[in-house]
């Protein structure tokens, strides 16, 4: 057949009255084209191919870097009034107490202990926390450690000294004895502060505070 078509194109008058050649090639090439077979392809054979191609799996690395969080809170030791003679060099010079909730007293000077020196210390004998006395004197009496009293103004001396003593209603005191007489307290809850000195007034860095009772004295008929 496509013998006969390229024979009947050659007949054609326009072949032989020497019509263009490249038109009358390209005829030629169309009568000898072949019908191109395309197969019968199922859609739902090659879906169920394609569903059923294992899917690859592909390991996620965890890139997190671990941080480790560490503590680095400073401890701070509680100070009270009880132990600012065990405070540790270097860690606290100034010590703030209050004669009462809102008088407060000056900073407390800490100085550093000589080496081969204790910090002396105090204690109330008399009055003691709570105590209630009854009028507006009464006689404060300290226990001295590690002290010895000394004169105002002499050379300095470590462990020699004097007390300053405080009253709610009164001014600064000097306190040459392990004794002393108070006068003028008012009715109700006093505080006595008590801080231990050298010769020049510096302190030794120990200051105790107690709240006392006065009570009003009824005169007798």
Same mark, same amino acid.
């Given at each position: 057949?496509?013998?006969?078509?390229?024979?009947?194109?050659?007949?054609?008058?326009?072949?032989?009255?020497?019509?263009?050649?490249?038109?009358?090639?390209?005829?030629?090439?169309? $009568?000898?084209?072949?019908?191109?077979?395309?197969?019968?392809?199922?859609?739902?054979?090659?879906?169920?191919?394609?569903?059923?191609?294992? $899917?690859?799996?592909?390991?996620?690395?965890?890139?997190?870097?671990?941080?480790?969080?560490?503590?680095?809170?400073?401890?701070?030791?509680?100070?009270?009034?009880?132990?600012?003679?065990?405070?540790?060099?270097?860690?606290?010079?100034?010590?703030?107490?209050?004669?009462?909730?809102?008088?407060?007293?000056?900073?407390?000077?800490?100085?550093?202990?000589?080496?081969?020196?204790?910090?002396?210390?105090?204690?109330?004998?008399?009055?003691?926390?709570?105590?209630?006395?009854?009028?507006?004197?009464?006689?404060?009496?300290?226990?001295?450690?590690?002290?010895?009293?000394?004169?105002?103004?002499?050379?300095?001396?470590?462990?020699?000294?004097?007390?300053?003593?405080?009253?709610?209603?009164?001014?600064?005191?000097?306190?040459?004895?392990?004794?002393?007489?108070?006068?003028?307290?008012?009715?109700?809850?006093?505080?006595?502060?008590?801080?231990?000195?050298?010769?020049?007034?510096?302190?030794?860095?120990?200051?105790?505070?107690?709240?006392?009772?006065?009570?009003?004295?009824?005169?007798?008929?």
């Amino acid at each position: 057949m496509a013998q006969a078509s390229k024979e009947s194109l050659l007949s054609y008058p326009f072949a032989r009255s020497g019509m263009n050649r490249w038109v009358f090639l390209l005829l030629i090439l169309v $009568a000898c084209q072949k019908p191109m077979h395309v197969p019968n392809v199922d859609p739902e054979v090659v879906a169920d191919a394609v569903n059923k191609t294992p $899917a690859e799996t592909i390991p996620v690395l965890n890139t997190t870097n671990a941080t480790k969080t560490t503590n680095t809170t400073p401890v701070v030791k509680n100070v009270t009034r009880t132990n600012v003679s065990d405070l540790i060099k270097g860690i606290e010079n100034k010590l703030n107490l209050t004669v009462n909730e809102t008088e407060p007293e000056e900073p407390l000077d800490i100085p550093e202990i000589p080496e081969g020196e204790v910090r002396p210390d105090f204690e109330f004998k008399y009055p003691q926390e709570g105590t209630r006395v009854k009028g507006e004197v009464v006689s404060l009496t300290l226990r001295i450690l590690n002290f010895t009293i000394g004169r105002m103004g002499e050379n300095v001396t470590w462990g020699e000294g004097h007390f300053h003593v405080r009253t709610q209603n009164s001014s600064l005191i000097e306190m040459e004895r392990s004794t002393k007489t108070l006068r003028g307290l008012q009715p109700g809850e006093q505080y006595i502060t008590v801080e231990m000195v050298m010769n020049n007034h510096s302190s030794y860095g120990v200051r105790k505070r107690i709240k006392i009772e006065a009570q009003t004295v009824t005169a007798k008929r």
